[in-house]
């Protein structure tokens, strides 16, 4: 199995909030990171947080991190049809290797 | 744009043949990751290298190898293909390799057919 993991699929409608939740395994990870990833294009960095912060905001993304449970969120105000992608969490080892989840997959519906 | 190119975007070849990727990052990057992006396996850590030498290896097979050049550009080669190792291939670059970011560029999407 994978060491970070994500639910699949989520539906939200226009101008709501969407909550992606993530697991992760490495407690020895320095940063986790959120990818963006849309139809036919590469991966596009988010936002990501240090693992020693347990909250930070940018703009409409809040990434929430539990440490204890190894917990990470993101999560989109005002959610539009063009955040309509597959978002990524993903943990990195000291050598800036990334470790993927499988991805969840979010529709913005009007 | 992320400053990472990757040729060709697509490759459509036969099984049992042999293909190259090319990877230049961006601009003063010494790391070059790659991954391979599939349907049945996700994204999956394929090699890294940091200034021409190998740094960390991953899920990568032996038929497949990777090199990064005085230039800093990497070349991903995959011979004896086969029709499971059509994926998208990801090329990521970052300053030091240890850094909090990684810049993908657009990917090379292989079929063998």
């Known amino acids: 199995g994978e060491d970070v993991e994500q639910s699949l699929f989520l539906s939200v409608r226009e101008g709501d909030s969407s909550v992606i939740n993530c697991t992760y395994t490495?407690?020895?990870?320095?940063?986790l990171y959120w990818y963006k990833q849309e139809p036919g294009a590469g991966l596009q960095l988010l936002t990501y947080?240090?693992?020693?912060?347990d909250m930070k905001q940018d703009q409409r993304l809040t990434v929430l991190l539990n440490k204890k449970d190894k917990h990470l969120s993101l999560r989109i105000a005002d959610t539009q049809t063009g955040d309509s992608a597959i978002y990524f969490c993903?943990?990195?080892?000291?050598?800036?290797?990334?470790?993927f989840g499988a991805g969840t997959q979010v529709v913005v519906t009007p | 744009d992320s400053g990472v190119t990757q040729t060709p975007k697509h490759l459509i070849t036969a099984t049992g043949q042999r293909v190259t990727l090319r990877c230049s990052p961006r601009?003063?990057?010494?790391?070059v990751y790659w991954y391979q992006q599939s349907l049945d396996q996700g994204l999956q850590f394929l090699i890294q290298?940091?200034?021409?030498?190998?740094?960390a290896k991953g899920n990568i097979l032996e038929r497949f190898s990777a090199q990064q050049f005085p230039d800093l550009h990497s070349e991903l080669n995959l011979s004896s293909l086969e029709l499971g190792d059509s994926a998208l291939y990801f090329c990521?670059?970052?300053?030091?390799?240890?850094?909090?970011?990684?810049?993908f560029g657009q990917g090379t999407r292989l079929t063998v057919v």
């Open positions: 490495d407690s020895s990870s320095t940063y």
């Open positions: 947080i240090f693992s020693n912060m």
């Open positions: 601009s003063g990057d010494l790391s």
């Open positions: 290298y940091y200034n021409g030498e190998e740094r």
């Open positions: 993903a943990e990195t080892d000291s050598w800036g290797k990334l470790q």
């Open positions: 990521a670059s970052s300053e030091s390799g240890s850094d909090t970011e990684a810049f």
